[in-house]
């Protein structure tokens, strides 16, 4: 029954990853002849984000088989093997399980109704039987409990199960006796938000501690009624007709595609011979790279992993500072969260209701700038102490045609996607998909492009889309009850009348994003938390363009937080024993200073995000 559930879960996976490519070509194909023929199609627009919808629902469960939910490993790696046994089958027991069965209860009645009725689609020249698509939710249910159920065969026996027997017959007792509201000691919307941190912190997958602590809240509470969660579907389905939050796996599998076929490394290593022979140069060098791959791929890991792998052996090797060494490429690494086509920025504008392309465009300058503080601040630290980073000297410099061929690829490829976006030719999502397409042309041109790459770049991109749209799911049914208890209201009202003062709220919400990014990712920060910005800012009447490039530099600093930052643990886990931990740490503190600093600027000239 493991094998059948696992290999029903891996060909659901594989069907997604097949998917991705072929939505990638056909949003091509669209945006070519619409723009250039005038000839759209209903049908094919809908087509697209059927596969969209199946890139991420389809994948659910073969990214819980290979662990891909994001966790807090904060306390999670210190504790004792079978500790975490005993907490992942906690995890399936009382969270993933329940919310499979939720969820695949309200979406059959979802479903039922559309097949019923014979539901089509509302525009002419539309698909029918919309019932189809979405019994697309009810797989994405039925991959999760079948996972799930694996997974506890699997490792049941390693755990702690009078432990575990212990907490689910006291959270079953809780549920069945109900809480009366008057006994929450705080505000119920706060001790539901403090209840998912210490679960998060603890190392409970994020997407599913969201979900399970809304349905813990429904069962303690008398006054709310289980159906409030008949609505879940209705609202994935509005996020299976997100046209903008398309251009997530479409910009993911481009930048996985350039980070395998070798341009990204054939660049770093010709501009770092460029400028090695200056103090400080090298570090530069990774800051350039840093930027180009940033504008190319916007995938983090990709970019902390390859540089490491490449430049910090020699960096070392030439008496670099191991701190500045590691500051350097864990930071520049980050680049790809603010400078376009940026994933935070695309997850930001959804949430925040404004135009993606227009969130590009902003956040450019402050990009650059953030580019150009960091190679100031290695200049002018490399002048002041020439040990930490002395010139190098290599055998042989690059010719001119090896730079070309390295620099002008990737460039024309950022040149041909954010021109279009900035132009107003494309749609963040049809920039995306030419992308994929030009990221394909030259993955083929270097000779990197084959079977096993296409693979296994398919797989690896529906794994990461699977991840960050369950989180967003998981926000959903969180945010379902989270507002439905007085949350929403509650932040609102401190924030417009309790505090009533537009410097102070931004004050605190950017230091809140702060401190959380030290615990948790920005997708949870994103979904969870910046909504309940929303308001606020439509009540102080404070632009969302500006306010959402002040959430990106600020989001961008939790990637090199310790000690959560995933930077941090990209670089370690390359670094191997180059560097400690300490090293790291250390590098990285002047690096999240200058991210404040950017901050502080941007803050304090709000017409360098004009658009």
Known sequence: MIRLFESLNASLAKIAAVVVYILAFLVFYDAFMRYLFHAGSIALQELEWYLFDITFLFAAGYTLAHDKHVRVDLLYDRFSQRAKETIDILDHLLLIIPFSLMMLYFSFDFVWQSFAQNEASSDPGGLPHRWIIKAAIAVFALSLLFQSIAEIAKHYKRANLKVVGLIVALVGALGLLGVSEALFWVHPAL???????????????????????????????????????????MRIYGIMQNFTLMAVPLFILMGL?????????????NIGALFGDIPGGLAVAVVVVGAVLAAATGIVGASVVMMSVITLPVMIKFGYDKALASGTIAASGTLGQIIPPSIVLIVLGDVLGVSVGDLFKAALIPGLLLVVVYILYILGYASIRPKVAPPIKLEKKPTIKELLLSI???FLLIAAVLGSIFAGIATPTESAAMGVVGALALSWWSGSLSQETLRYVGMETVKLTAMIFTILIGATAFSLVFNEIGGEELVHHFFSYEIGDKEQFIFIAMLSIFLLGFFIDFVEISFVVIPLFVPVIAHFGIDPI?????VALNLQASFLTPPFGFSLFYLKGAAGRLVDTKDIYKGVVPFIVLQIVVLLIVYFFPDLVKV
């Open 191 to 233: 001790l539901m938000f403090v209840g998912a941190l210490v679960l998060l912190l603890l190392g409970f997958r994020v997407a599913f501690v969201f979900a399970g602590v809304a349905m813990l809240f429904v069962l303690l509470d008398f006054d709310l009624s289980f159906e409030l969660f008949s609505m879940l579907p």
């Open 546 to 550: 500006w306010f959402g490039i002040l």
């Open 408 to 410: 002008l690829p990737p």
């Open 257 to 269: 595609i350039l980070e395998k076929s070798e341009l990204a490394k054939k660049l770093l290593e």
